[in-house]
Antibody, heavy 119, light 108 residues
Framework: VQMLQSGAEVKKPGASVKVSCETS????????VTWVRQAPGQRPEWMGWINPYSGDSDTAQKFRDRVTMTTDTSTSTAYMELRRLRSDDTAVYYC?????????????WGQGTLVTVSS | EIVMTQSPATLSVSPGERATLSCRAS??????LAWYQQRPGQSPRLLIYGALTRATGIPARFSGSGSATEFTLTISSLQSEDFAVYFC??????????FGQGTKVEIK
């Protein structure tokens, strides 16, 4: 199982960023994809989860109006778009897959995408 | 929202010694608890899920215990590669994926 994320981004406040997560080594539609971010020196923060089979998603309350998670089953790729960026959105963003197709802890992780928000 | 609290914040341990890390949930999460190790500059690594099941490839010196609101991660004999930050995470209640603030295990 591999999860390969897109490269680092530098954005200005108010802009949007879209992070991709290309998966391989398993059947993409059988497992949800979780998005987690981690600001420097902070604990990881769960952002949301998407089911590639149904398209159903669940987003943490604080991100509901700024985050869109999508998937492309033809390329086994998940995407997370964060809009109206602020300086406190500076963090490493990770995609991850659970042990099995249900809440179970995230066993496989992407390498992380550093998003820096600065004017 | 469930709050996960880890203790201690920092644990100083000599190589070869045992380390015991604690995680407390503000309400019961059953056995829906995971432990992760994170080394500097790396992604989190799943150690334990279901409170006590080791993930694939995790050495037997790592063990998890507990249920409901009190959980423990034990590293039986610390190796040099085990000095890192450890996070617990509940996945029982929404938002599913609440992490504790972490315990840093450092060399004494």
């Amino acid at each position: 199982v591999q999860m390969l994320q897109s490269g680092a981004e530098v954005k200005k406040p108010g802009a949007s960023v879209k992070v991709s997560c290309e998966t391989s080594g398993y059947t993409f539609i059988n497992y949800g994809v979780t998005w987690v971010r981690q600001a420097p020196g902070q604990r990881p923060e769960w952002m949301g989860w998407i089911n590639p089979y149904s398209g159903d998603s669940d987003t943490a309350q604080k991100f509901r109006d700024r985050v869109t998670m999508t998937t492309d089953t033809s390329t086994s790729t998940a995407y997370m778009e964060l809009r109206r960026l602020r300086s406190d959105d500076t963090a490493v963003y990770y995609c991850a897959r659970e042990v099995y197709s249900g809440p179970s802890g995230n066993e496989y992780w992407g390498q992380g995408t550093l998003v820096t928000v600065s004017s | 929202e469930i709050v996960m609290t880890q203790s201690p914040a920092t644990l100083s341990v000599s190589p070869g010694e045992r380390a015991t890390l604690s995680c407390r949930a503000s309400q019961s999460v059953g056995s829906n608890l995971a432990w992760y190790q994170q080394r500097p500059g790396q992604s989190p690594r799943l150690l334990i899920y279901g409170a006590l099941t080791r993930a694939t490839g995790i050495p037997a010196r790592f063990s998890g215990s507990g249920s409901a609101t009190e959980f423990t991660l034990t590293i039986s004999s610390l190796q040099s590669e085990d000095f890192a930050v450890y996070f617990c995470q509940q996945y029982s209640h929404w938002p599913r994926g609440t992490f504790g603030q972490g315990t840093k295990v450092e060399i004494k």
